[in-house]
């Protein structure tokens, strides 16, 4: 069975501090896609990033960074000096590859304040 | 180029009522997913389309739910016969799948729908 735990509901930090939003994965499949995706409060989806299963280098991208580690299955989400603007529902996600195995399955989110 | 779009933004209907969510993939994109997303929680799949194909009907809650493609492009969620519970936005995704490839996918803005 796959599954995306969120266990965080509701993270509060105030401006500029540091953040780490978990996921975890259960999947059987060797090979696999997983996902962050920032739902702010317009409510439109917006996509961060994406990481095959054979790829665990970390990824950096300006205050974000993901830290990969197949060994606990997790695809944790870092936010360095947090901004209000990143105020928002935060989900991971996990596809298997392959035709016929396009079912993306989601976490529950994460909401993220950012206070003033 | 032009993201994935979804109308009405919002819907106000009666219950009893039908209604219909339509949803404008990006350019290209075979694949066209359509999600509920109620009041704080995740995303619930409802149904996928490969074309004008749907693979999976599975995650349509009820025999009152239903959905078309045409032309591999617009789609049509329809909802029959609204209940209260049926309340909350519909998100359409779409993305180049195909021949084993995983992309990405894109998400629309939502439909909100509110059966009174």
Redesign the interface.
Known sequence: AQKVTQAQTEISVVEKEDVTLDCVYETRDTTYYLFWYKQPPSGELVFLIRRNSFDEQNEISGRYSWNFQKSTSSFNFTITASQVVDSAVYFCALRRPGSGTYKYIFGTGTRLKVLA | GAGVSQSPSNKVTEKGKDVELRCDPISGHT?L?WYRQSLG???E?LI?F?GNSA??KSGLPSDRFSAERTGGSVSTLTIQRTQQEDSA?Y?C?SSL????V?E???????T?LLVL
């Not at chain 2, 799948?97 to 084993?100: A, C, F, L």
């Not at chain 2, 990405?104 to 939502?110: A, E, R, V």
């Open positions: 694949a997913y929680q995740g995303l799949f996928y490969q693979p999976d936005v998100l995704a799948e195909g021949r084993g995983i990405t996918q894109y998400f629309g803005p939502g909100r």
